[in-house]
C-alpha cells in the first residue's frame, strides 16, 4: 500500500531513459512512403503530405506559397467554399504550409471521417484549377499585409538579417516586395502545381490512433497518383552574404523600439559541434533563465524577452540573437549581448547553472515525447534531416554529459562577435 504521508522522491530529469517510440513504415503502390505512429487514447489521426515543393526550387519568387496556398482554392468539381464546407461538416482541419526546400498539407480529423476527406485532399493534389478570381483576392489580401507589415520593425529586421547572412539570392534570404506578387501568373503557378504536386515528390507522416484498414485507405486515395518518392535531397545553392556587418536602418522616423538581430552563420544538424552547441546556446539565450534574460530582461530591464536559437534549417543554418528594445537603449541592449558572449569565452560555466539546463533541456524533450503527433514531429525532423535514430540518443547523452571546458571552448570558438551581422531597424 502506499504511504500517503511520505512524499515521492523526486528525481532530476537527467535521471530519466528517454525512448522514442519507434514508427511503423510502409509503402503506397506509387513509391511513395508512409511512416506511422500509432499511440493516443482519441479516435484522431494526422496525416502531413510533405512535398519537395518549398521556395528552394521556384523560378520567381512567392511561386511556391501561392501554389500551396490556392490548393484549397478550388478544383475541376468544387469551388473553394465546397472545399472548405467539406473540411468544416466533418469538423475537420486543413492545412497548408510553405518552406524553403518543403510544402506540407495537413489533415486532422476523426479516424470516420477519413473515407470522406481522402478524396476531397486527393483531388487538391491532383485537380486544383486555381481560378483568376482567387488569384486576384490572394494578390490583394497579400499586398494589403504587406504593407502593413513592412511598417513593423521586427518584420523588417527578420527579412534582412537572413538576406545579409545567406544573400539576397539564396533561397533563405530571398523576400517578397509587392512587384513580386503582381508578377505572378496563372499559367506559372499551374506548370509548378502539376510539376511538384501532381508529378512530384512525397512523403507521408501519419499520427494518432490509427484505424484499421488505414494502409489500404491511403493507397486507395493516394497509391495510384503520379507522385514519386523522394530523394530527400535538393540541389546546393551557394550563400553569398553580404560584406558588411553593422547594420542601423529607420523603418519609421516615429518609432520608439527598435529591432535588434545579431546573426552570423552557422552549421546544420551535421556538424559534429551542433548538438553540443544546442546545450550552449540554452544556457546563452534560450530559455527564460538563460544569461541573455537574466541581464538584459531581469538585471538591466531593456527589453521584455530576448532569445537566441540554431535555425531549424535542412541546409546552411544561422545562429541568432533577437529582441525588441526602446531605441535609446538598443545600443547598450547589443553591449551587453557581447558582454555574456565574453563572460562564456572566459569564464566557466558553474555546475549549478549546468545542471539547471540539463534538466531544462531534457525536460523539453520529455514535453516533445508526449503525444503521437509530438512524437511523429521529432521523427519527421530525423528523416527530413536525413538522419538515423541514434542521433535522438546522442543528443540525450551530449546534455547529460557534456562538460564546462568544452562548453566554453565552444563559445571561444563560436561567440566572437566580428563573426556576426548586426542590425537595429527602428
Known sequence: MINRKASPSIKDAVEFNLQLKPYEHFTLDNGVPVYCIDAGAQDVLQIEMVFYAGNWIEEKKNLAAVTNFMLKSGTGSRTAYQINEDFEYYGAYCN??????TAVITLSTLNKQLPFLLPVVAEMITDSVFPESELSIYKQNSKQRLSVNL???????????????????HPYGRYTNREDIDALETAEIKAFFQQYYVNGECVLFVSGKLPAGLQQQLNNAFGKLSLRKPSFSVNPIAVEPVTGKKYRIENDPDGVQGSIRIIRPFPNRHHPDFMKVMVLNTLFGGFFGSRLMSNIREDKGYTYGIHS??????????????TEAGKDVCEATIEEVYREMKLLREEPIG???LSLVRNYLMGTILGDLDGPFQIM???KNLLLNKLEENYFYESIQTIKTISAPELQELAKKYL???????LVVI
Open 96 to 101: 497548408r504550409a510553405c518552406y524553403n526546400e
Open 151 to 169: 511598417k513593423k520593425s521586427d518584420f523588417v529586421a527578420a527579412r534582412l538579417s537572413d538576406a545579409y547572412v545567406y544573400g539576397e539570392n
Open 309 to 322: 536559437y540554431v535555425q531549424n534549417h535542412l541546409q546552411q543554418s544561422a545562429w541568432l540573437i533577437s
Open 351 to 353: 555546475a549549478e547553472e
Open 377 to 379: 514531429g521529432r521523427w
Open 416 to 422: 566572437v562577435p566580428d563573426d556576426f551581422y548586426e
